[in-house]
C-alpha cells in the first residue's frame, strides 16, 4: 500500500494544522473460545467535546493499523478485526478544516481516493471485521463501518448520519454506494438524501438498527462487552446476519426519482450536491463498487472546489464557532445571576417565551396581563405545552409537575415582579404601549432587575428614553416559532451598561439560542433585509410583473419559502407595520405598497389559497391588486431584488448595525432558516457579482466562504 501512505503523506503536508487521530490495536481473547481478536479503537486523544475526525496523518495512521492486522489475518493470528471509538464518540468523518485549505482538484481528489484506499481494505482482509457503533457516528464514521462484514449499533447513540448533502458534499467515501446496497436505495436516500437537507436531522441508536445499517443493537452501559459476545457467536456460526435482499428494479428508480422531489423542494436546483449523490446511487444498482467509488472521488473533488461547500463550511462555522463566542458581547463575568422571570403579556408569543424561560432556567415565570382572562388562557397553553412533551416522552412526569408549577400568572405586576431578576415585555408593537409598560415595571421591580423588550422594529433606545434607569434595558429578539428558530438579535440600546447587556447574554446561552450583538437600528438585521427583498418584490409586483414570475425570480437561491408563502407566515399586517416603520426611517429605500394595504384591509391573510394542496393566487387578493404596465423578466425582478438587498447591506455594514458581514449571515441562516449552501446571504453576492456591481467590492475576503486564492 505504498502508493496510498504517499498520497496521504503528500495531503498531510498540506494540512499542518490537523488534530491527529489514533487508530490503537489492541488484541483479546474473544468469550467462547471464539478466538484472538484484534480491535481497533480512533481515539484523537481529547474528550467527547473534541470528536475523533479523519484528515491525511488520521487516515495514515489507520492505514498503518490495517496494516499490522492484515498480517496477523494472514498469518492466521487472529480470528477477526473490529474498529471502534473512544468514549461517546464513533467518529464524525472528514476534517473540515483541512478540506477548506484545499486550492487544487488534483489535491480534492486525493481526499476521496486517500479515504477509499484505507476503508476499503476492511472488506477485504482475510478474516471478518466488525464495526461496534459506540457513540456519534457522522460522514466518513458512518462510511468506514459500511466498509466492515458487520455492524453493531449502542442503543444510547445519540447522533448518526451523513450529513455531507447539508454542507455541499457527497458521502465520498464509499457511503452513496455502499450504503443503497446494504438497506436499499429509498432507506439511503432517507439518510443521504433526506435527512442531510431537513436541516442535517440524525437518526437514534434505534433507528439505525431499525434501518437495517446495524446488525444488532446493544445498551450502551456495556455495549463493547455485549458486542463482543455477539461477535464470537457470528464467529462460531451460532449467529447468521441474515440481511434482505435488495429491490434493484423499480424500486431503486423510485427511490431516486423521491430523492430528486425532496431536493427539488429543498434546494431548486440551486445546489448541485444533493444531485450529485443521487447519480452516484442510482448508478450504483448494479453493485459495481470499484465504479462506485471512481463516481463518488470525482463528485467530491468537484464539490470541493466549488462554491457550495465553500459556502456550506463557512454557515457551519459561522452556527457551531462564532454562533457560540457572540461578537462584542461583554465580559460575561459582568453577568448577573437570575432566578425569577416576569413576563409582560400573555398573548402566543409570551407564552412561547414563558415557556421557553421555565424549561431552559428551570426557575419561576410569571405572567401578567390587563385581566385574569387573557392570564389564564396563557398559563393553559404553556400547561398544555407541557402536557405535550410528557406525551411525546421528552420529559417525565416529575419535571412536568415542576415546570407547571413554576409557570403561574398575576394581575398585580408588583406583586408578581417584586423579586423579578430579569422581566420581558411581549406587548402591541406600539411604542407608546411599550413605554407606559416599562415606565409601570420600573416602578416594582429590584434595582438589579433587566428590562427587556421583544420588538421586532422599533428604537429600544426610544423605548428606554423616560425610564430613570435607561442602561438596564435591553433588546431581545425572537424568533417565530420561538422553539425552532435559534436566532436573538441582542440589541444595545444608547445607555444600556454592559452588566446589563453581558446578563442578556448570560440569559441567551442558557436558553441555547445564537445570540449576535445588534445596534439599535429600525428593525434591527433580519427585518431589515427581508423587508427590504420582500419590499423589492411588491414593487415590482405593484409596477406591472405578474405574480408569479416575482415568485419564480427568487427559486434560484434555494430559499425555504417563496417570498409570498413567507408573507402569509409572517402575517401581511406585520409585515405591513414593519414596512411602514423602515419607511419612516428610510423613505428612500423603503417601499408601503398601497396593494399590500388593500390586502391587509380585506382582512386577508396572505395572498394564497391552498385548497389544492398547492399554493394559487386567491382570486379575491387578484382582484385587489392594482398593477402598472411594466413586466419585468425572471432574471430582471432576480437582479433588482438582490441588487437593493446588497445595498442594504453594505450600509448596515456602514452604520455598524453588526460587527461584520458573518453576523449578518449568522443572523440570516439562525433568523430566517437561509439555506447553508448560499452561506447565508454575502457569499452569494459576491459569487454572483452583485456585491462589485452595487458596492464596489465584495463582503468577505478570498478564502473565507471561497476557494482560497
Known amino acids: 500500500m505504498t502508493n496510498t501512505a504517499e498520497l496521504l503523506k503528500g495531503a498531510a503536508e498540506l494540512f499542518p494544522g490537523e488534530v ?8 483479546l481473547d474473544l468469550p467462547q473460545n471464539a478466538g484472538r481478536f484484534a480491535l481497533i479503537t480512533l481515539d484523537n486523544g481529547l474528550d467527547h467535546t473534541k470528536p475523533t475526525t479523519f484528515g491525511p496523518a488520521s487516515l495514515a495512521n489507520l492505514n498503518t493499523a490495517i496494516d499490522q492486522v492484515e498480517k496477523e489475518a494472514a498469518d492466521g493470528e487472529i480470528t477477526g478485526v473490529g474498529i471502534t471509538g473512544k468514549p461517546f464518540i464513533f467518529a464524525v468523518g472528514a476534517d473540515l478544516k483541512g478540506v477548506e485549505l484545499l486550492k487544487r482538484h488534483e489535491d480534492a481528489l486525493a481526499i476521496g481516493k486517500g479515504g477509499h484506499d484505507v476503508f476499503k481494505r476492511l472488506s477485504t482482509l482475510a478474516v471478518p471485521t466488525f464495526a461496534y457503533y459506540n457513540g456519534a457516528a457522522m460522514g466518513g464514521g458512518v462510511e468506514v463501518g459500511l466498509h466492515c462484514a458487520y455492524r453493531t449499533v449502542s442503543a444510547a447513540l ?25 438497506i436499499g436505495a429509498d432507506r439511503a436516500v432517507s439518510v443521504i438524501i433526506e435527512n442531510s437537507l431537513n436541516q442535517n436531522k440524525q437518526l437514534k441508536g434505534e433507528q439505525v438498527y431499525e434501518l437495517g445499517i446495524a446488525d444488532a443493537i446493544f445498551e450502551g ?3 463493547l462487552e455485549q458486542s463482543l459476545i455477539w461477535t464470537a457467536a457470528v464467529l462460531k456460526g451460532e449467529i447468521e446476519v441474515v440481511r434482505p435482499e435488495i429491490d434493484r428494479g423499480d ?13 427539488d423542494g429543498k434546494v431548486h436546483g440551486a445546489a448541485p450536491a444533493a444531485y450529485r449523490a443521487l447519480e452516484i446511487i442510482d448508478a450504483a444498482r448494479n453493485g459495481d463498487l470499484a465504479l462506485g467509488y471512481e463516481a463518488e472521488e470525482k463528485a467530491l473533488a468537484d464539490l470541493i472546489m466549488g462554491s457550495e461547500l465553500r459556502s456550506g463550511i463557512y454557515a457551519f462555522n459561522l452556527v457551531q464557532k462564532r454562533g457560540k463566542r457572540p461578537a462584542g458581547a461583554p465580559d460575561k463575568s459582568l453577568a448577573r445571576p437570575v432566578s425569577k422571570v416576569g413576563v409582560v403579556g400573555a398573548g402566543l408569543m409570551a407564552s412561547q417565551l414563558a415557556l421557553l424561560f421555565a424549561r431552559r432556567l428551570e426557575v419561576p415565570v410569571v405572567l401578567t396581563d390587563i385581566d385574569q382572562a387573557r392570564i389564564d388562557k396563557g398559563v393553559e397553553y404553556v400547561h398544555g405545552e407541557i402536557d405535550k412533551l410528557l406525551l411525546k416522552g421528552r420529559i417525565n412526569q416529575d419535571k412536568a409537575n415542576r415546570l407547571k408549577a413554576a409557570v403561574t400568572g398575576s394581575l398585580d405586576k408588583a406583586a408578581a415582579f417584586s423579586d423579578a431578576d430579569f422581566v420581558i415585555e411581549a406587548v402591541f408593537e406600539e411604542m407608546g404601549v411599550k413605554q ?3 415606565a409601570e415595571v420600573e416602578a416594582v421591580v429590584p434595582e438589579h432587575a433587566i428590562l427587556a423588550t421583544n420588538t421586532s422594529s422599533l428604537s429600544v433606545s426610544e423605548m428606554a428614553s423616560q425610564l430613570k434607569h435607561p442602561e438596564r434595558v435591553v433588546g431581545f429578539h425572537f424568533f417565530n416559532p420561538v422553539a425552532i428558530l435559534p436566532l436573538l438579535e441582542i440589541v444595545r440600546g444608547a445607555k444600556t451598561d454592559d452588566a446589563s447587556l453581558a446578563t442578556a447574554f448570560g440569559v441567551a446561552k442558557k436558553l441555547k439560542k445564537t445570540a449576535v450583538l445588534v445596534k439599535d437600528a429600525p428593525a434591527f438585521v433580519v427585518n431589515r433585509i427581508l423587508t427590504r427583498f420582500m419590499g423589492e418584490i411588491q414593487n415590482v409586483i405593484d409596477e406591472g410583473t405578474p405574480v408569479d414570475v416575482a415568485e419564480r425570480a427568487i427559486e434560484p437561491l434555494g430559499l425555504p419559502m417563496s417570498p409570498l408563502v413567507l408573507l402569509e407566515l409572517v402575517g401581511p399586517a406585520i409585515g405591513l407595520h414593519v ?22 384591509e380585506a382582512g386577508k391573510r396572505g395572498f394564497y389559497v391552498h385548497d389544492s394542496g398547492e399554493p394559487k393566487l386567491d382570486p379575491e387578493v387578484a382582484a385587489l391588486l392594482q398593477q402598472g404596465d411594466t413586466v419585468l423578466t425572471e432574471e430582471q425582478v432576480r437582479a433588482r431584488v438582490l ?8 450600509l448596515m455594514l456602514e452604520e455598524g448595525v453588526v460587527a461584520e458581514a458573518q453576523d449578518i449571515d449568522l443572523c440570516l ?15 452569494y453576492l459576491d459569487r454572483e457579482g452583485v456585491s462589485e456591481r452595487v458596492n464596489g467590492k465584495t463582503f468577505l475576503a478570498q478564502g473565507v466562504a471561497s476557494v482560497p486564492a
Open 669 to 683: 441562516i439562525t433568523g430566517a432558516g437561509w439555506p447553508f449552501h448560499l452561506g447565508g446571504i454575502t457569499p
Open 251 to 263: 424500486a431503486w428508480h423510485e427511490a431516486v426519482v423521491r430523492g430528486r422531489a425532496i431536493a
Open 158 to 182: 445519540p447522533a448518526f448520519s451523513l450529513p455531507e448533502v447539508f454542507l455541499g458534499l457527497v458521502p465520498g467515501w464509499g457511503g452513496c454506494t455502499l450504503l443503497p446496497n446494504l
Open 20 to 27: 491527529v487521530t489514533q487508530a490503537h490495536v489492541r488484541h
Open 436 to 438: 407606559q409598560v416599562f
Open 579 to 600: 414596512s411602514e416603520t423602515l419607511h419612516g426611517a428610510f423613505p428612500d429605500r423603503f417601499t408601503v405598497s398601497e396593494n399590500l394595504k388593500r390586502v391587509v
Open 221 to 223: 452501559a456495556d455495549f
Open 643 to 650: 441588487d437593493a438587498v446588497a445595498q442594504e447591506i453594505g
